[in-house]
């Protein structure tokens, strides 16, 4: 890229912007002692005491240095590192026994997590906050959305339904239905196509988020999806009726969903899981 006075002055602007935790990267900062005490660190970005690296070393471009590159939007969840062995985490904070969390730990608990149906996000670690125990955060292995990369053959889409349909079921099974199965809440474990790692945030870049991470096929790896985010899920009992009310969701196309009549939740499922496909497969694909 050309270096002009104009693009310097963006530059300019940008790196004082990222020069400044935003709103929901404070709360993390602020977290990141008492995270580390527990056995995750979080970014230098997040640490006490931060200084930008583009201030004291001008050698490079500010959007070169790791440390410039901020969270997406989504205040509740943050990468971190397993401090043990390096494993790259995702952590969500919830509100303590609520019943995201209490699903979710369920389907990875035990005996079920040893079940090669499970396609539910392994719980690595539940910690509960220090200062606010209302609050707990949620480990879980860092994961890519399902197109990133991209399906490469007619059997990476094989696959991937084998996985889905077959997690789907197992969900099922155990009598939860998740209501919010739609493309951005199921990802994928890619960790084989890195060998030597990506960066959190700049998924295309090794951990220093400047140098190009090199990349294998889906065919050199093996990839599992996984469903995440039960935040609207439910768990109905075996003797209770299979009905629900709610009209939250990713997928509005869903016919019956109501705040006032109830329906079935399980059948929802498999409606999303269906226009997903539509969507993200056979109208990308035709």
């Known amino acids: 890229m050309v270096d002009t006075p104009r693009l310097r002055v963006i530059r300019a602007e ?30 230098p970005r997040y640490r006490p005491g931060w200084v930008p690296s583009w201030q004291t070393d001008t050698s490079k471009y500010p959007e070169e240095f790791e440390d410039y590159w901020e969270l997406p939007p989504r ?9 043990s062995d390096g494993q790259l985490v ?13 699903i979710a730990r369920m389907l990875s608990s035990g005996r079920l997590s ?4 499970n396609h539910c996000v392994p719980i690595l670690d539940y910690i509960l906050d220090k200062d606010d ?13 399902t197109d990133s990369p991209p399906f490469e053959t007619v059997n990476d889409i094989i696959d991937f339904g084998s996985q889905i349909f077959e997690g789907l079921v197992f969900i099922h099974e155990h009598q ?27 998924a295309g870049f ?20 996984y469903y995440v985010d039960f935040g609207i899920s439910v768990r109905l009992a075996t003797d209770s009726p299979r009905l629900v009310t709610g009209g939250y969701g990713r997928d509005q196309d869903v016919p019956e969903l109501s705040f006032h009549v109830p329906y079935d939740p399980f059948k929802v499922d498999i409606f999303i ?8 497969i056979y109208n990308v694909s035709r």
């Open 14 to 43: 940008g790196a004082a912007l990222q020069a400044e935790l935003n709103e929901y990267e404070v709360p993390w900062r602020d977290r990141q002692v008492f995270l580390a005490s527990q056995g995750y660190m979080l970014r």
């Open 75 to 83: 205040q509740h969840l943050i990468d971190a590192t397993r401090i």
């Open 90 to 102: 995702y952590m969500k904070r919830v509100r303590s026994g609520d019943a995201e969390s209490t």
């Open 114 to 117: 040893e079940d090669p149906r």
């Open 133 to 145: 125990p209302s609050i707990a955060y949620m480990v879980m292995p860092y994961l890519r959305l």
């Open 176 to 202: 939860v239905a998740h209501r919010d199965c739609s493309e951005k809440n199921i990802m994928m474990d890619a960790t084989s196509l890195f060998p030597k790692g990506h960066h959190p945030v700049r």
């Open 206 to 225: 090794l951990p220093d988020a400047c140098t190009p991470a090199p990349q294998l096929s889906r065919a050199h790896g093996r990839i599992k999806y």
């Open 273 to 280: 899981l269906g226009n997903m496909f539509r969507r993200e």
